[in-house]
């Protein structure tokens, strides 16, 4: 594998130059060092549910069963339900964390206080609390009640969040599939019961309940987690930054945010801010702060923090012998990082009490003194910055205008500029008249299998020519942010003539000065509830079901198993879900053709793998072409 096969981020191949040339092993050394990857485990035919294993199941010939006589399908389905389920874990684990500081900051236990509101009051309305002559803090406290009691004994009653908040016809499909799901903790505990030895192989049965765990990730995980972090942080406003490694500042002392979770990250936000002084009294500048993944996805948007890369440019970031300090929280953060910081001066802080790396310093983070530990880490950083070795910085000089912050709100507030009393509309009237043809989600990751950020920048160009609008979240975001495509440039260079034009007419009237970015950033990978929320808004509005829209979603460079937990809901809501490469189920053809043929007459998506950025465009050109001609548009 050759450098230029590693990435087509220019900041990135710079990195990967100088880590060879420093003798620090990275990501793609150790994929190197993996070939050839398993055929049993590529195929998902490799069972280890029991100490009589692993099996392993040929699909060419023999053994066609596990020795308890579980067979391919079986074992495939299972393996996809545990990882869906995986998945779809961290979310709700995520979001109980947020109900839970909402909670404490209602009770006026943390340094968290209610920045929405109005967001607040909706929300609870939604789940039919009266919040009629109750202030913040009393409602707050009732609303993480009501969320609460969803994750206790159900009774065998639906998960309430999600009544509250998925459109009624797609709980009518899923009532009729048999898979709406009742509390999280409990679907989640059931999914690893029955994918264990000697439980479940009928393969149908396995994959209901994967598209059932595909609903809890999104209505107790990323929807949840995305509401109540907005109540308590605030809900993202466009907000203009850059994007890419050049955001490091060689005179400044560089703190780098990385994960999932904004608790942390936001504090280390305001005291980077507030020990400006120390900072210079150290010798620095001052502080930059720069953000890695979702957790620099989720400050991006609030606070217009610079993201310095996406997931596999974590390594990266230490190799420019400019990052002081590396915080990290949970998800998606390689356990090498102490390794190549020790060939710098970069320290590594873990904070999370199920996130903890050898080799990396561990600062426990907790709400109540949320201050004191983000003080703590920022002065670490200051202090690192002291012990640089000038001789290894090398920051590439890499970065693009990129602007993030598009909430929902944000995008209806910025339409209602052209119709205030039905914001919608012009949106609605630009797609029916073809001048935008449909919309996409592009999100997920990236991973060591692709050439880094080259089939999303692909699709994502190819897909704006032909008029489509394109919201994006997680690491997809990050490399359209690198790439120069969120930015008013990009909607002259890269959206074709009909989605442009509007572009520059909602810019304008919004005062933008210019075109909105033909690229809409909305946020972390939590954030795609907000992608399900603009959907379901648009639906609404014209009367029809999410799977008849003209949208779809896509992860091409998808790696974690979240993304196949968001994918799964994705194709729960009806989207056809493009991803560039299949999960590991080839080795079940049944399981395969459910994946990606007959879910589609049963919720109305499904999944559809394509490597190739230009053919896979072409494909959801065609669907969205024909959602269109359905709609008589
Ligand atoms: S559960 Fe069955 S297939 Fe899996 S390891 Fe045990 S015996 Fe083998
Ligand atoms: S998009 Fe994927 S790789 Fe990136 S932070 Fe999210 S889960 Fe991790």
New binding site residues.
Partial sequence: MNNREKSIDPASLKMIAKAYSENVEICWDRYEAQQPQCGFGELGTC?????????RINPFGEPK??????SAD??VA?NLLRSVTGGAATHVDHAFEAVEILQMAAEGSVPYDIKDEVKLYAIAAQLGIDGDGKDKYALAKELTQVIFADFGPSGGETMKYLLAMAPAERVEAWRSLGILPKSPDQEIRRSLHES???VDADPVNLLLNTAKMGLVDCYSGLKLGTDIQDIVFGTPAPVKSEANLGVLERDKVNIVVHGHVPFLSEKIVEWARRLEPEAIAAGAAGIQLAGLCCTGNEVLMRQGVAPAGNYLSQELALISGATDLIVVDVQCIMPSLPQVASCYHTRVVTTHAIGKIPGAEHIPFEPETADEDAARIVRMGIEAFARRDKAKIDIPSDKSEIWGGFSVEAIVGALATLDADNPLKPLVDNIAAGNILGAVGIVGCNNTRFTQDKVIVGLAKELLRQNVLLVVTGCAAHALGKAGLMNPDGAKKYAGHGLSAVLTAVGEAAGLGGPLPPVLHMGSCVDNARIGDLLAALADYLGVAIKDLPAAASAPELNHEKALSIGTWAVDLGLLTHIGMAPNVLGSPLVTKVLTEDLESLVGGKFYVEPDPVQAAEVIVSHIKAKRAALGI
């Fill in positions: 069972c280890r549910n029991c100490l009589q294993g692993p099996c069963t596990g020795i308890c006589g579980a079986t074992i299972r264990t030895m000697g």
